[in-house]
């Protein structure tokens, strides 16, 4: 009978194994599973936040109001305008980089555009006005795509602020302080008659030999081809000593083209002088002087004539001086002053005294965050205009 219980006491214990030792088993392997699937999710994060350091996400979106004081019956009232810009960036490697840029404009409840109104519809798509790629090495700098680029810090005779290249620009480095830079664009220059068919383009080439150093900075630019028949030259300089800065250029433009024997233009001037200095910690100031001859009219400058922005308020065929001034009222408050007079080198019936002058206060709720308004007088030709304007603007 003892012998009997003893065995049946082992073969209860077998059996008792016989079902705990798969559980056990299949409980390890299941734990495994688990913390396998958490160690490759874990990987997976890392992963993505260590490439997400790679890329930079950002943009800018501008509400403004407009409107005329004037009694003119063809000066719309109130406009409202926006204007967005995205932008992505990319860096795929140590010294290579991708960057891509786009915007959009448009006015609310606007149709179609008017021949008295520059507004677009916001219907309008997106357009892309950077796209490239940057090659950047100890001594040289590359670009290749479409994207902003100036040869000096004035940009009379070649600048693409507002008119991005669409090709190429190398930048190389020679010894310690001197540089040579070479730009290609291939340039649109006609359309299908009612279309935005591209029916013709043109290349551009343009070289700038430099020298610099901690303070200064001077060049040598040259436009041996430009749009059709254009041509141009200068030298520039820029010198900056504490909170002063200096800078200036004096250039020659002609134009030639076989095609238009009849308009020809010999070697004509250009020059404009900058000088920018900050009064005290609350204030800051910024003179210019230029003289443009009447036929001074490179196809891609800083000047306005081209391009209609605001980063030049000089035109060709005009001589004036133009002063900036900007004060901190408070902690958040700045007032800006823009004002520019300008008279003609060549008077073809027009003003002895042409001005514009910009007032605005900007209100800074912080460095990301800034509502503006203020006037903007303008005495054009025979007519003075007196818009004002509000403006709120969003970077993130």
Known sequence: ???FKTLSTLMAIMMLL???IPASAKSSTAGSTTEKKLAD???RFNSLESSWGRFQIGGNLSLETNTYLDNLPDRPKFNFEQHLDLFFDAYVQNNLMFS???SHDGAWGVNWQSLNSPNYPMTTPFQVEEAFVRLEYPSSLNYFGRFRFSFSPVGLISDFFSNPIEGLAIQKSFSEHYHIIG??????TEYSSGTDQVADSEDYFAARLGWSDQNVIWGINLVPNGITGEKAFSFDAAFTQGDAKLSAEMAWYSFHWDASPDYRVDWTPGF???YGKSLSKDAYIQMKAAYLASQFMPSYSSLAHRSGTDREWFTP????LELSLQNRLGATYIW???IIALTPVVNYDQPDLTYHWRSSIIKSFSPVNQLAFGLDVERNYQETLTQAFLSWNMSF
């Open 183 to 188: 730009v290609y664009s291939r340039v649109n």
């Open 18 to 20: 016989s079902f705990t």
């Open 272 to 274: 404009l002088i900058s």
């Open 336 to 338: 800006e002053n823009r």
């Open 317 to 320: 065929n005009s001589k004036g």
């Open 100 to 102: 891509l840029k786009t």
């Open 1 to 3: 009978m003892r012998k």
């Open 41 to 43: 999710l874990t990987n």
